[in-house]
């Protein structure tokens, strides 16, 4: 690797934490996602839901980082499988 590519590689990862350190504080409002909206997501920063032990619908939330740099929160229902068991 040549020293160019190693200080691209500590400028994204150095970035990215930074992104992360938005939502430390949690000063971003959590939005209610409404079917159709749209959402101006240039990077996802973390998924956060209960998938794994729920069986049904479940409520999710999701940091983003929109198109501007400006953090996001979206919190929306999906539905979660990893408690749910066939038989008994």
């Known amino acids: 690797m040549t020293f160019k590519t190693l200080a691209r590689i500590g400028l994204?990862?150095?970035?990215?934490?930074?992104?992360?350190g938005a939502f430390a504080d949690s000063s971003v409002p959590v939005e209610n996602y409404h079917y159709g909206q749209h959402l101006d997501v240039q990077k996802v920063l973390a998924i956060h839901d209960n998938?794994?032990?729920a069986c049904g619908v479940?409520?999710?939330k999701?940091?983003?980082l929109d198109s501007k740099g400006q953090?996001?929160?979206v919190q929306y229902q999906t539905y979660a499988t990893g408690a749910c068991h066939e038989g008994g």
């Open 51 to 53: 998938k794994a032990e």
């Open 71 to 73: 953090p996001h929160s």
């Open 62 to 64: 999701m940091d983003y």
């Open 12 to 20: 994204f990862a150095t970035l990215g934490f930074a992104a992360f």
């Open 58 to 60: 479940v409520t999710a």
